[in-house]
């Protein structure tokens, strides 16, 4: 298995933009994690889904950003309109839905609002 | 919000020397489980610990868990130039059950000298 794929890997936009970052989790996974990562907050867990369905969006900064799973293999995390504060690295992260597993993470995405 | 706190926040020592970071977290547990991230990538799973166990070792890696305290440890030994990084606890909630979410800690950045 190739492991988490995240694109793209870098994204530069500007304020007020749409910004779609993009997930497709290990095969048989069954949970989806999305976190951001700054200097000033560390990781933050952003929303997290268990068999496609989010289970708890409580990190999502707010209404500006909305995240879907459509299916299995796919899911995607949206910023719209972004501002210059949602610059950071976003990680999308997947594990098997059973007891005391692991997290993989992909190599996540750069984003950078200006 | 962040489940853990790692402790110190930087530490630098010389190749072959050991290395300790600590981990306090606020919430009962399943598992206690840490990450390794170097600069730039994702993050790497290193080992992890259930509820019920005190210490677990995988090569160089010893990690100890005293639920009463609430704290964790993870020692490197004998360290090497490559094991410089940034280290994580994180902390699945035993409130969740298996689609439980992982929560990370503040890091501790390693830096290992030759």
């Known amino acids: 298995d190739a492991g988490v794929i995240q694109s793209p890997r870098h994204e530069v936009t500007e304020m007020g933009q749409e910004v779609t970052l993009r997930c497709k989790p290990i095969?048989?996974?069954?949970?989806l994690f999305w976190y951001r990562q700054t200097m000033m907050r560390g990781l933050e867990l952003l929303i997290y889904?268990?068999?496609?369905?989010?289970?708890?969006d409580s990190g999502m900064p707010e209404d500006r950003f909305s995240a879907k799973m459509p299916n299995a293999s796919f899911s995607t995390l949206k910023i719209q309109p972004s501002e210059p504060r949602d610059s950071a690295v976003y990680f999308c992260?997947?594990?098997?839905?059973?007891?005391?597993?692991?997290?993989?993470f992909g190599q996540g995405t750069r984003l950078t609002v200006v | 919000s962040q489940q853990g706190e790692e402790d110190p926040q930087a530490l630098s020592i010389q190749e072959g020397e050991n290395a300790t970071m600590n981990c306090s977290y606020k919430?009962?547990?399943?598992?206690l489980q840490w990450y390794r991230q170097n600069s730039g990538r994702g993050l790497v799973h290193l080992i992890l610990?259930?509820?019920?166990?005190r210490e677990k070792h995988s090569g160089r890696l010893r990690v100890t868990l005293d639920t009463s305290k609430k704290s964790s440890s993870l020692l490197i030994t004998a360290s090497r130039a490559a094991d410089t990084a940034s280290y994580f606890c994180?902390?699945?909630?035993?409130?969740?059950?298996?689609?439980?979410?992982?929560?990370f800690g503040t890091g501790t950045r390693l830096q290992v000298t030759l």
């Open positions: 994180a902390t699945a909630p035993s409130n969740t059950g298996t689609a439980s979410k992982l929560t």
């Open positions: 610990i259930r509820s019920n166990e």
């Open positions: 889904f268990n068999n496609n369905v989010p289970i708890d």
């Open positions: 992260a997947s594990r098997p839905t059973v007891a005391n597993t692991e997290a993989f």
């Open positions: 095969s048989g996974h069954n949970s």
């Open positions: 919430t009962s547990i399943n598992n």
